[in-house]
C-alpha cells in the first residue's frame, strides 16, 4: 500500500478557489492511477476526479466538471485538485486514494486511502 497526505483545505467562500495536495510515499508513483472522493456529513463517500498511471486520461463527477481539474504530477509524487467557482455544496472532507494503473470512479476499487482533508464553503 501506499502512504497518502492531504493538504490545502480550509474554510472559503462561495465563488473562491482552493488547491488541494496528495504526497504519496512510494518509488514507483508513476505506476499509480489517483482519484479524489468527498464526503459531506450523513453522506455516502462519492467520486470526484481521478486520473490514469500516464497522467493521461482524466474523469470527473457531472457536478464537478469545468470547475475541477485534477493534475498528476509524477517527479513531485503529488497529485492536486483544483478547485475552482466552489459552491456550498462542494463542502466535504475530500480523501485521495490510489491503485495501481487504471483509474477508476469506484471507491472500492482504490487500495489505499489518505486521512481526507476538510473543505468547507460558506455561501
Known amino acids: 500500500q501506499v502512504q497518502l497526505a492531504e493538504s490545502g483545505g480550509g474554510l472559503v467562500q462561495a465563488g473562491a478557489s482552493l488547491r488541494l495536495s496528495c504526497a504519496a510515499s512510494?518509488?514507483?508513483?508513476?505506476?499509480?492511477?489517483m482519484g479524489w472522493f468527498r464526503q459531506a456529513p450523513g453522506k455516502e463517500r462519492e467520486f470526484v476526479a481521478a486520473?490514469?498511471?500516464?497522467?493521461?486520461?482524466?474523469y470527473y463527477a457531472d457536478s464537478v466538471k469545468g470547475r475541477f481539474t485534477i493534475s498528476k504530477d509524477n517527479a513531485r509524487n503529488t497529485v492536486f485538485l483544483q478547485m475552482d467557482s466552489l459552491r456550498s455544496d462542494d463542502t466535504a472532507v475530500y480523501y485521495c486514494?490510489?491503485?495501481?494503473?487504471?483509474?477508476?470512479?469506484?471507491?472500492?476499487?482504490?487500495?489505499?486511502w489518505g486521512q481526507g482533508t476538510q473543505v468547507t464553503v460558506s455561501s
Open positions: 486520473q490514469g498511471w500516464a497522467a493521461g486520461t482524466t
Open positions: 486514494a490510489a491503485r495501481l494503473f487504471r483509474a477508476s470512479m469506484t471507491a472500492s476499487d482504490y487500495d489505499s
Open positions: 512510494t518509488r514507483i508513483f508513476s505506476n499509480y492511477a
